[in-house]
């Protein structure tokens, strides 16, 4: 499953990166029938929904802990301090794990509001540790 991770390197400056979310053939709620796959388990803390109006405007900042997020409504603009940017649009997914550094920002559309659903995790998930992260 894909998935945007925003990172801080060594020096400081925010990236972009896509990843792929590793999924294992699964069976959470048993019995289940056969055929659907499943990510690993990661340690949360808390969770919440954001809404932000059309033109709002981000300022830079760090993810204070871990971030897994997901797009709900809305296309929202993420930027990094290398001067890269995505669109992402209902059902795309990030992990935040830019903790220290030149942090990112996340703008609305001009025309149009966004909703974000965040969980708030213990670490950062194995599979997106990399560089400063």
């Not at 300022?59 to 001067?83: K, M, Q």
């Not at 940017?85 to 903790?99: T, Y």
Request: with cysteine; hydrophobic share 35%; glycine share 10%.
């Amino acid at each position: 499953m894909n998935c945007l991770l925003i990172y801080a390197d060594g020096d400081g400056h925010s990236h972009l990166s896509d990843e792929t979310w590793p999924l294992h053939q699964g069976d959470v709620t048993p019995p289940s029938p056969a055929g659907y796959s499943i990510s690993s388990m990661v340690e949360a803390n808390k969770v919440m929904v954001m809404h932000h109006p059309a033109g709002y405007r981000d300022e830079w900042h760090c993810a204070p802990a871990p971030v897994f997020g997901v797009v709900l409504n809305g296309p929202v603009r993420i930027r990094t301090s290398d001067g890269n940017e995505r669109l992402l649009k209902p059902g795309d997914q990030f992990v935040a794990a830019d903790l220290s550094g030149s942090g990112h920002r996340m703008d609305a559309e001009e025309s149009e509001a966004y909703d974000l659903a965040l969980v708030v995790l213990k670490s950062v998930p194995r599979p997106f540790r990399k560089c400063g992260a």
